[in-house]
């Protein structure tokens, strides 16, 4: 976690298998309407249902979440940014 100025910001990188990427809602994770139907099948095995799990929580607490485009056997940055209100 580094703190710029009043953010901190964390940084994750991995690396995509292609049994993440056959999730239909992928390419529309975070966008609201593709949420509210991602809660319909309750289907845990989701990538896009944790993705979208994970910017809630970020905008929230008045932060942003975003994340590099997906390709097999790629790696992949998820950013959280939220402001830091004490000392990192």
Do not use: I, Y
């Not at 529309?28 to 993705?51: G, N, Q, S, T, Y």
Request: hydrophobic fraction near 45%; charge should be neutral.
């Amino acid at each position: 976690c580094t703190r710029e100025g009043a953010q901190c910001t964390a940084r994750v990188g991995c690396d995509v298998s292609a049994g993440a990427l056959v999730d239909p809602a992928l390419p529309h994770v975070l966008e609201p309407f593709a949420r509210h139907e991602m809660l319909r099948e309750r289907d845990a095995k989701r990538v896009a249902w944790a993705l979208a799990l994970c910017q809630r929580v970020a905008l929230a607490h008045g932060g942003t979440f975003t994340h590099a485009p997906f390709a097999d056997g790629a790696a992949v940055a998820l950013t959280l940014s939220l402001r830091c209100e004490a000392p990192v």
